[in-house]
């Protein structure tokens, strides 16, 4: 039997958007899905274009509640499913019509497989594809430390070239057993791929767009860089501790050369010294990323890393 796919659509302030992603999930070529829609607490008229979706397709499943934040109503909707896999949505992102089958068919031919992301193009806020511009050049410029390095884990530290949630096709085994999404405004797919990457096998279907990603103004990753850059400088600390990133064993010089390569890519040396410390006092991913959210832990760690 081919397995149920849930599509999680966490939906916030994307009146433009989400109708056109929603569509592109539930017009998926493969059919056996089913399509969670949460309303994060809009104050636009997100909840109405849901509310009209949802009275439209009986496969879809909505769901409304106050604002919680992308990664706490992922989980939430992660609950609510009834796949084996999971998929997730972003409401101002695409999927291409074939995103579900392709990733099916990847898992099927290789039921190891906990985890699938492919490649990404980008669109304009008007749907256009990008095909030069400043995110296109870093994503071609993100990818070339993969093949200098041939290292999946440690390229997406380097640059994350997966780019979003909406990339991700993982089984929901493995959402469980990586605790699900942590409490990071701007780095949980971060977090959740590096996790995910430690606890099972998982594929970069290289050379095949699997989703749209919409670049407009209001892209979360667009706010104050200096607490992105914390997020990432974080989620990096917990990686070298406790993932194995298979460049810490069996040195040689052309390991040594990938890493200090990755640290002058950073440049964040000092900042990932003390967060690594922090974290050892700490002992505990979940409580880390809870900690380094609070407002005052959060100002002062700025500080300290130089950051304003």
Same mark, same amino acid.
Request: glycine content about 4%.
């Given at each position: 039997?081919?397995? #149920?796919? %849930?599509?999680?659509?966490?939906? *916030?302030?994307?009146?433009? *958007?989400?109708? &056109?992603?929603? #569509? %592109?999930?539930?017009?998926?070529? *493969? =059919?056996?899905?089913?399509?969670?829609?949460?309303?994060?607490? +809009?104050?636009?008229?997100?909840? =109405?274009? $849901?509310?009209? #979706?949802?009275? &439209?397709? &009986?496969?879809?499943?909505?769901? +409304?509640? +106050?604002?919680?934040?992308?990664? $706490? =109503?992922?989980?939430?909707?992660?609950?609510?499913?009834?796949? &084996? *896999?999971?998929?997730?949505?972003? +409401?101002?992102?695409?999927? #291409?019509p074939d995103k579900i089958e392709r990733c099916v068919e990847l898992v099927g031919s290789d039921n190891s497989l906990q985890l699938v992301c492919g490649d990404v193009s980008f669109i304009d806020d008007k749907s256009k594809v990008q095909n030069k511009g400043l995110s296109v050049d870093w994503l071609n410029r993100s990818k070339l430390f993969l093949n200098y390095s041939r290292l999946l884990p440690l390229s997406i530290l380097n640059e994350n070239f997966f780019v979003t949630t909406s990339n991700m096709f993982f089984s929901k085994k493995i959402w469980e057993k990586v605790n699900g999404f942590q409490s990071l405004r701007y780095c949980h797919d971060l977090d959740f791929l590096m996790a995910a990457f430690r606890s099972g096998n998982y594929l970069y279907d290289k050379d095949r767009v699997h989703i749209k990603y919409r670049v407009h103004a209001a892209n979360t990753i667009k706010e104050k860089l200096s607490n992105v850059r914390l997020e990432i400088a974080a989620v990096i600390a917990v990686s070298f501790i406790v993932d194995n990133i298979k460049i810490f064993h069996d040195i040689d010089i052309t390991k040594l050369s990938i890493f200090f390569k990755f640290m002058e890519n950073k440049g964040m040396s000092k900042q990932l010294v003390f967060l690594m410390m922090y974290y050892q006092s700490i002992g505990n991913r979940e409580l880390f990323y809870r900690e380094l959210e609070k407002g005052s832990n959060k100002q002062m760690l700025l500080s300290l890393m130089g950051e304003k």
């Open positions: 039997m081919l397995p #149920l796919v %849930s599509i999680i659509i966490p939906a *916030y302030n994307h009146e433009k *958007y989400v109708e &056109q992603a929603v #569509l %592109s999930a539930v017009n998926q070529i *493969y =059919t056996n899905i089913e399509v969670i829609l949460l309303n994060d607490g +809009s104050t636009d008229k997100t909840p =109405t274009v $849901c509310e009209r #979706l949802a009275d &439209q397709f &009986q496969v879809i499943r909505y769901f +409304s509640h +106050s604002n919680m934040g992308a990664h $706490c =109503t992922i989980n939430k909707g992660i609950r609510e499913a009834r796949g &084996q *896999y999971i998929a997730v949505l972003n +409401s101002d992102d695409i999927f #291409l």
